[in-house]
């Protein structure tokens, strides 16, 4: 994914680029409303982000998906992309928006459109080694899940698998320092980005804003929604996605 740069034309500073996420396992097709969120973690570094992945609406010969990163500070740098064909194979990149905290949707230049999207592998790999089912309890609640593993180039990544949870049917992943949660999860997803978007200026990412450009400098904007709350990624309806309300966790290793 392109890493988002400030530059003077953009009045407040972006969040930090998103780190590269691990190719994580989607549904053949996506419902439009489906959601999850999962904490991410560097167990090493110790940074921590919240991911939120949503599929939207249906148009154009595509589909409208939502990738939102939070960091600790609940800023949030929210990414949407209209893909044509599969989140598992894309045939083609139709229009990508990003909208760092407390600014403008960008609608990105053709070039830029195509860097955006992660890569996703099907639910069930063929590649992965089933090591049975297990309970695995995390934020949004206790699931029965399957437990899968992969190795490639040397690093096993195990991953926890259910039904239960719509879209991104992943509870859990381990893979080497990173730690990936489930937090919450339901089918009744919304875009998050808010305004209209305006067009980037390829000038702008040399850091130079194009002329005419207003100078906003001094401004302190912070990220509302309509309801003038700061950037929530838990601003989604009640969720709908349940695990298995009292059951107890067994190591899922």
């Known amino acids: 994914m392109l890493p988002l740069l400030a530059s003077s034309a953009l009045a407040q500073p ?14 053949a097709e996506l419902k439009p409303g489906s959601w999850v969120q999962y904490a991410m973690a560097n167990q090493r570094t110790g940074q921590a982000l919240v991911l939120r992945l949503a599929a939207l609406e249906r148009e154009a010969g595509g589909q409208w998906f939502e990738l939102g990163f939070t960091d ?4 949030t740098l929210l990414m949407k992309i209209l893909v044509e064909g599969t989140l598992i194979a894309p045939r083609r990149i139709l229009k990508a928006i990003v909208q760092p905290a407390g600014q403008q949707p960008l609608l990105l230049p053709e070039r830029l459109a195509r860097r955006q999207l992660p890569t996703f592998r099907p639910a069930r790999d063929p590649r992965a080694q089933r090591l049975g089912k297990v309970t ?7 699931y029965l ?6 190795v490639e180039g040397g690093r096993r990544s195990d991953l926890w698998i259910s039904s239960e949870v719509p879209g991104w049917p992943m509870v859990k992943l381990e893979s080497g320092d990173l730690l ?7 089918r009744s997803a919304t875009s998050q980005v808010k305004g209209k978007p305006a067009q980037l200026d390829d000038r702008w990412l040399g850091g130079k804003a194009p002329p005419g450009t207003p100078d906003t ?14 950037d ?5 309806r009640k969720p709908d996605c349940k695990g298995l309300p009292g059951a107890d966790a067994k190591k899922g290793k």
Request: glycine residues 8%.
């Open 14 to 27: 972006a969040p930090p680029a998103p780190p590269a996420l691990p190719t994580l396992p989607a549904s």
């Open 72 to 75: 600790p500070s609940r800023r």
């Open 136 to 142: 695995v309890k995390v934020a949004a609640g206790s």
């Open 145 to 150: 899940a399957e437990h899968f593993r992969v």
């Open 180 to 186: 990936l949660e489930l937090m919450a999860c339901g």
């Open 217 to 230: 400098k001094g401004g302190t904007s912070k990220s509302t929604s309509k309801s003038g709350t700061k």
């Open 232 to 236: 929530d990624p838990r601003r989604d």
